[in-house]
């Protein structure tokens, strides 16, 4: 079967890095997006995976172990405006997005 | 402004009724998606196509019906509504169907709620 898994919530403080993980196991791979929602908007794209290692792009970092089903999203520097639901997706190997749940991030002053 | 428009915004519909959420995208993207966003399960595509003339079913396609009659338009229709249609709705378009290491880009939803 298919499933991503990722914690349904954290909270952390303005100014800290807090460290999202997601977990997969999907019928093949062709890459690991990262997205960001805020509450009732669309989600947007931040970062895309696809060979092992660490992606980064100004306070945001993707991190993909595909031997391990393992990705990690690095947030440093938060902001309040940081605070927002953050999605990952695997896409298969029909090259469809499977979605996970989604982790609320709860950034406190 | 380039994207994408969904329309309506919400909408209140009763049961048994028959709905069609509008889609434009004025990127020419070939690739294009209807997904349903409920609480604690994420996102769930209900169909997609990969380009004008072709659609494909999803996940949870039941109930639901697409056409892609050109590049720029993917409407979605409820032929007879019922309450577990209650979601929003977002659709979103991608420049490949075949891998797209930009990602999706998504319109801003529609609330739908069947009563």
């Known amino acids: 079967g298919q499933n991503i898994d990722q914690p349904t919530e954290m909270t952390a403080t303005e100014g800290a890095i807090v460290q999202i993980n997601c977990t997969y196991q999907?019928?093949?791979?062709?890459?690991l997006f990262w997205y960001q929602q805020h509450a009732g908007e669309a989600p947007t794209f931040l970062s895309y995976?696809?060979l092992d290692g660490l992606e980064e792009k100004g306070r945001f970092s993707s991190f993909l172990s595909r031997s391990k089903g393992y990705s990690y999203l690095l947030l440093k520097e938060l902001q309040m405006k940081d605070s927002a639901s953050y999605l990952c997706?695997?896409?298969?190997?029909?090259?469809?997005?499977?979605w996970g749940a989604g982790t609320k991030l709860i950034i406190k002053p | 402004i380039a994207g994408i428009t969904q329309a309506p915004t919400s909408q209140i519909l009763a049961a048994g009724r028959r709905m069609t959420l509008r889609c434009t995208q004025d990127?020419?993207?070939?690739?294009m998606y209807w997904y349903r966003q409920d609480l604690g399960l994420g996102l769930r595509l209900i169909h997609y196509?990969?380009?004008?003339?072709?659609?494909g079913k999803g996940e949870v396609p039941d109930g639901y019906s697409v056409s892609r009659a050109n590049t720029d338009d993917f409407p979605l229709t409820l032929a007879s509504a019922v309450p577990s249609q209650t979601s929003v709705y977002f659709c979103?378009?991608?420049?490949?169907?075949?891998?797209?290491?930009?990602?999706?880009?998504f319109g801003s939803g529609t609330r739908l709620t069947v009563v």
């Open positions: 997706a695997i896409m298969d190997s029909n090259y469809q997005l499977i």
């Open positions: 990127m020419r993207h070939n690739a």
């Open positions: 196509s990969n380009t004008a003339g072709t659609t």
């Open positions: 995976n696809v």
């Open positions: 979103a378009s991608s420049d490949s169907g075949q891998g797209e290491t930009n990602g999706y880009t």
């Open positions: 999907t019928s093949g791979f062709n890459g």
